[in-house]
């Protein structure tokens, strides 16, 4: 079951934050560490920052900021060893960035339920800072969708290899269509969305654009939410590990393809080339925005940072 609007705390209710994920299609692209290094900028930004290790099952946001293993953790709060997720938030000796360690020691919280994916996010919209960063696992688990489909901006990472491109593509597609299922007022809309998950159906439902339409043909009315939905997910791509021009590329190509095939209006958010300062810092567990400020990668996260403050993208002749 997705995640619903609904289900969380009126926005009334909440001091006014921004929560930003960043997503990845597969493992071992960096996605930890551009979470930390984005976190770390916005808190020398002078915003106060509580990054979340959503890897339930794999968490390793504290290495990256070279931190030992908490001994409190998400999973204190999942199995309700602690009353508020306030309990288990640790300092990060980087004033005004705070930290919420993963789960790393509860391989059953990699599939938490439904109920406590909604007491997590609750809590999280409630914390007292400016801004909310979650590291989301890998792959297209539901709890990695859901936290993505529920941020303010929703950030996907991805490496120029093409099973990365292809599993960050496959991401949002899949984020897409579980949001789309959720919004869905009519059982018959919510099974056309399920077929179109088979690329095979036998509807022949090729793209969203292509269920939209199918929709629209049965019932304008129901397919209004849908078009709506569409409109208002807007994920930001993130190209990590750039080593040449082609590199920079692959952001604005999937831009390219989200808007031709799934009709999404994606933006490109940055990029941050390959950098032996960052490997060096980590093998010294250090996180490289602090170890070496100097660096290609350190400024590339700095601009990419106050692009996304701004909502600022990447143009096609960047």
């Known amino acids: 079951m997705a995640l619903s609007v609904s289900e969380l705390l009126p926005a ?24 930390a290094s984005i976190g770390w900028q916005l808190a020398r930004m002078g915003r106060r920052v509580v990054l979340v290790d959503a890897d339930l099952g794999g968490a390793n946001l504290h290495t990256c900021l070279g931190l030992p293993a908490s001994g409190r953790t998400l999973a204190d709060f999942i199995q309700r060893r602690v009353g ?27 599939n938490i339920k439904h109920l ?11 914390l007292d800072v400016d801004m909310v960063l979650i590291d989301l696992g890998a792959g297209t688990s539901f ?3 859901d936290f993505f489909l529920l941020s303010d901006v929703s950030i996907l990472a991805v490496v120029p290899e093409p099973t990365s491109i292809e599993n960050g593509y496959r991401f949002i597609k899949s984020a897409l269509y579980r949001r789309l299922r959720a919004v869905a007022a009519r059982e018959d809309v919510r099974e056309l969305v399920e077929a179109a998950l088979d690329p095979k159906n036998a509807e022949g439902i090729k793209t969203p654009l292509d269920l939209l339409a199918r929709v629209e043909a049965r019932d304008r009315e129901a397919a209004e939410p849908l078009r709506r939905e569409m409109a208002v997910f ?12 082609g590199d920079v590329a692959i952001g604005h190509q999937l831009v390219a393809a989200c808007a031709r095939h799934l009709g999404l209006r994606a933006s490109y958010a940055g990029f941050v080339h390959h950098d032996d300062a960052v490997w060096q810092s980590v093998r010294r567990r250090r996180l490289f925005m602090a170890d070496a400020p100097t660096s290609r990668a350190a400024e590339e996260i700095r601009q990419l940072t106050r692009g996304l403050v701004k909502g600022e993208s990447l143009g096609p002749g960047y």
Request: hydrophobic residues 45%; glycine residues 12%; proline residues 3%.
């Open 143 to 145: 709890n990695s969708l």
């Open 84 to 110: 508020s997720i306030e309990d288990v938030v640790i300092e990060t000796g980087q004033p005004g960035l705070r930290l919420i360690s993963g789960a790393a020691d509860l391989l059953s919280a990699a």
């Open 234 to 245: 807007q994920p930001r791509f993130v190209v990590n590990e750039v080593r040449d021009v």
């Open 12 to 35: 009334a209710s909440l001091v006014r934050r921004q929560i930003w994920s960043v997503g990845g299609g597969k493992g071992g692209i960096g996605k930890s560490l551009l979470t």
């Open 116 to 126: 406590q994916k909604v007491r997590v996010m609750n809590h999280i919209r409630a």
